[in-house]
C-alpha cells in the first residue's frame, strides 16, 4: 500500500488528473447505481475551493499591495487592457462565426430562468453595487469585484501600518497558499466525481438535438483559444507561444473544464503562475481580476446565441449592428457572474439589440442550460486558462525589455 501511495504521488498533477476522469467516466458508464455516491468527491472538491478562494484573494491582495515598494514595476495595466481586447476579440469570432455558418433554433417552451438585466445600464449598475459590497458578505458570498475594492482600500492604507501588523498578512496569506496548494492535491478525485456526476446526469444523447448550435460553441472557443489568443501572445513576447498556450490548457482548463467556475478555479491559476515563476505581487491581483472580467467563453456564448435567436426569426443584421453586439457581448461579458451558466442570463441582454422579446430571449436561454454541460464547460475552461496566459505573456514581455531570457520550450 505504500509502495502504491508513493507510486501515485509520484506522478504529475496531470496524469493523476487524467486517471481521475478515466476512472469517472467508466464507473458512470457501467456502475451509475452502484457508485453514485462517487459524486460526493465532486462537491467537496468544488465546495473547498469556493470556500477558500474568496478568502485567498482578500488576503492575497492585501499582502501584495503592503510589500510593494514605491518605484517597483507593474504590469496590471497590460494586464487588464489584454483581458479586454481578448474578451473582444472572442466576441468579433463568436460574430463572424457566426455570419459564417448561421444556425437556427428549435425554441423551447415553458423556460423558468432567474431574471436577466434588461440593458447595459442594468449590467453596470449590478457591477457598481457589487464594488461596493458589504466586505464581509462579499467574502461570504464570492463576489470577487467587492473583495478586490475592499482588499485594495485596506492594503493601500496598511501600508503606513507596524511591521509586525504587515508580517502577520503575510504570514497569512503564504498559510492559506499552502491551504490551496493541499486541496489542489485531491484533484484528481474531485474530476471522479464531477466527471461520474456530468455523465449520470446528461449522458450524451440529450447533446444530439442541439448539435449544430454546440459545433458552432465550440469552434468560435476553439478558434479563439488556439489562433487568436497566440497570435496575441506572439506579438507581445516575439516568441512560439503554443508551449504556454498548451501549458495553461492543460493545468487550468482542465480543472476548470470540470468545476465550471472561474472563481473556484483562481487556486488552481495561481498555482499555476508559481510554477511558472511569475511575481506572486502581481499574479495575486490579476488572476482574482480575471476571474471576473476576463470573460472571452462568455463573449461568445452571448454573441452566438443571440445571432442563432436572430436567424431563427429572420432578422437581418447589418455590419454595423454586427459590431455593436460585438462591443456589447464585451461589455456585457465582463458582468458575467463567475459561477456555473453565469454568461446564459445575458443572452437577453444581446437580443434587445435586435428587439427580440424578452420572453423568446429567454427560450434562447433555454436552450443554453441544455447545452451547458458542454458549452460551460468549455467556456469556463477558456476563461480560465487565458487568466494566466495574459497574466504571464505581461510579465514575460517585460522580461523581454529588461533583457531576461525567456524559455518557452521548458514549460
Known sequence: ????????????????????????????????????????????FVGALKAIAPVLVFFLVISAIVQHKKGQKTNIKSIVVLYLLGTFLASLVAVVGSFLFPVTLSLVSNVS????????????????????????????????????????LFGIFLKEAKTATKDAVVDIANSLLKVVKLVIEFTPFGV?????????ASGGDGLLSYGKILLLLLGCMGTVAFIVNPIIAFIMIQKNPYPLVFTCLRESGLTAFFTRSSAANIPVNMNLCEKLGLEKDMYSVSIPLGATINMAGAAVTISVFALSAAHTLGIQVDFISAIVLSLLSAISACGASGV?????????????????????????????????VVQDSCETALNSSTDVLFTSIAEFSQWKKEGKEIELSKI
Open 192 to 200: 471522479m466525481g464531477l466527471i461520474f456526476s456530468s455523465i449520470s
Open 340 to 372: 456555473a451558466g453565469g454568461s446564459l442570463l445575458l443572452i437577453p441582454l444581446a437580443c434587445s439589440l435586435f428587439g427580440i422579446s424578452n420572453d423568446v430571449a429567454m427560450q434562447v436561454v433555454g436552450v443554453g442550460f441544455v447545452i451547458g
Open 1 to 44: 500500500m505504500e509502495k502504491v501511495l508513493k507510486g501515485w504521488c509520484g506522478l504529475s498533477l496531470v496524469k493523476r488528473i487524467f486517471v481521475g476522469l478515466v476512472l469517472g467516466m467508466l464507473f458512470a458508464y457501467f456502475a451509475p447505481n452502484n457508485m453514485s455516491w462517487i459524486t460526493i468527491f465532486g462537491d467537496l
Open 113 to 152: 430562468v432567474d431574471s436577466a438585466p434588461q440593458n447595459i445600464v442594468g449590467v453596470l449598475r449590478t457591477l457598481l453595487l457589487n464594488l461596493i459590497d458589504n466586505p464581509i458578505k462579499a467574502l461570504f458570498n464570492g463576489n470577487y469585484i467587492g473583495i478586490l475594492f475592499w482588499s485594495c
